[in-house]
């Protein structure tokens, strides 16, 4: 057994699996904030590298949007949202009916200046730009998540089977062909798979898709906040701390950080030479006492859990492109998640995108009536030029960013945290980490 001891002195006694122990000096203190993939990971790989590391999560480990996912880690999420086909899907979205993008008016009226840079970036040099920047963080996606998996004993939730992207009609796919340029581009492995194969990989599958991709670069789980909270788990076996409880200030004082957090009636006070802000959608709030505003739109998302009427599973998750929608198998049937509802993270929301595509869901594969999990909803925090936020916040130091990771949070988690540890120690990560440095919305 693994673990880990840490006395007052600040030295942290490390147990291997021969029994035999060793101390490390501990850097300093660092408070976490924001108990989902991202912040989990920075918390994990900064308790690696000798730092003494608190997390602080209001709720509990892993139930906002590193739960609600499709859980699919692909290279092929290098392709940003905004690329040059969107000009072309626009028109469709327009009249607010798709079931991949919907929109509050008033919230992207509010939000115009997003909006605006968002268009303007989906053009073909920026999507280049974006996609290489995309590529350093998903090449290493799969890697680094293995070993953390292996680490936290989840890795038999690890499918590597690839994912689907299949069309009804045939001459359909070839609204895929920039998609397949970008692939071709940056070496991302797959296949085109005809009517019959399809229906060989996936025999629970009514036969009604004709042509389709499959990434073969790809894997998935069947539980995301599971492994959210595997790693979570490793991170307190090997002397890591877990506060639960809601941040409500975060800001320096004399030399140190206070972060001020609320638990039920109590309130108490944690103190850190070092502070990461991982609260996903919600990071804005914190960056108030610095007067930083990160230009982030949210895009709701949302799923349910249904059980197949035949009982059958597909064997890896898909996207039926012309309906809009994914369907990844779980631990508890298969979960189908919806497109993006541009909106106010506060405001409630009829899932509108998922009753919408929930006849079209029947046709793929026919579903008992009754989900079996309440609806979920949750928020994708998205940048306008399609890059997470990792990095110093300009100005502060000691404060440090990993936010922003838009549709790629699950699978870029351990890769990005990886990365920001390392330069918390002043070192050079293994990729450039200038695309995503927070100073790019300096203005
Ligand atoms: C429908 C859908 C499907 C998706 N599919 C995929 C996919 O297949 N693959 C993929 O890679 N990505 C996918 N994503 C994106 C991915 O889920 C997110 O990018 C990722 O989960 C973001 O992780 P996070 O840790 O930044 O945020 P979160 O998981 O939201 O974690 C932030 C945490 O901060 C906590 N917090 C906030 N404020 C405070 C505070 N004041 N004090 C204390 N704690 C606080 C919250 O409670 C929360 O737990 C999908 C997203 C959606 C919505």
Not at 182 to 195: A, L, M, W
Not at 320 to 338: I, K, L, Q
Request: hydrophobic fraction near 40%.
């Amino acid at each position: 057994m693994q673990g880990a001891f840490q006395d007052e002195t600040g030295c942290r006694a490390i147990t291997d699996s021969s029994g035999s122990g060793f101390q490390v000096q501990m850097k300093g203190k660092v408070v976490v904030i924001g108990g989902g993939m991202v912040g989990v990971c920075c918390a994990w790989f900064l308790l690696k590298r000798g730092w003494q590391v608190t997390l602080v999560e209001r709720r509990e480990i892993g139930v906002e949007t590193s739960y609600g996912n499709a859980g699919v880690i692909t290279r092929g999420s290098i392709l940003p949202l905004n690329n040059p086909r969107l000009w072309k899907s626009l028109p469709g979205y327009l009249g607010n009916h798709s079931a991949a993008v919907r929109y509050d008016p008033l919230y992207l009226a509010r939000h115009s200046w997003w909006l605006a840079r968002f268009l303007a970036n989906a053009r073909d040099e920026q999507t280049l730009r974006a996609a290489a920047a995309l590529n350093e963080l998903m090449t290493r996606a799969l890697p680094v998540h293995k070993a953390l998996m292996q680490e936290a004993d989840v890795l038999p939730r690890l499918r590597e089977n690839g994912w689907l992207k299949l069309y009804r009609h045939a001459e359909r796919f070839d609204s895929s062909a920039y998609e397949r340029r970008i692939y071709d581009h940056f070496g991302v492995s797959y296949q085109i798979v005809e009517r019959e194969q399809i229906q060989a990989l996936e025999p629970a599958l009514q036969p009604i898709f004709n042509k389709g991709i499959l990434v073969t670069d790809t894997a998935s789980v069947d539980n995301p906040g599971a492994v959210v909270q595997a790693y979570a788990a490793a991170f307190v076996a090997q002397g890591g701390v877990i506060r639960q409880g809601t941040v409500t200030d975060a800001r320096q004082v004399g030399g140190e950080f206070v972060v001020s957090i609320q638990q039920g009636v109590n309130s108490f006070a944690e103190h850190a030479d070092q502070l990461v802000l991982a609260a996903g959608p919600w990071s804005n709030q914190l960056l108030k006492p610095y007067g930083w505003q990160l230009p982030i739109c949210y895009e709701r998302g949302s799923h349910y859990h249904y059980l197949p009427q035949a009982g059958v599973l597909p064997h890896r998750p898909f996207y039926d492109v012309e309906s809009a929608y994914v369907m990844t198998p779980t631990d508890n049937g298969v979960r189908v998640t919806s497109g993006s509802h541009l909106l106010d993270i506060a405001r409630q929301a009829e899932p509108l995108q998922l009753q919408q595509v929930l006849p079209r869901v029947q046709e793929a594969l026919p579903l008992a009536s009754q989900p079996v999990s309440p609806l979920w909803q949750g928020n994708r925090p998205s940048t306008p030029d399609a890059l997470p936020i990792l990095g110093a916040l300009p100005g502060v130091p000691g404060v440090w960013l990993a936010t922003g990771h838009q549709h790629v949070g699950f699978s870029t988690g351990p890769v990005s945290a990886k990365a920001l540890a390392a330069l918390i120690d002043g070192e050079q990560p293994e990729f450039d980490m200038r695309p995503f440095s927070p100073s790019r919305f300096r203005f």
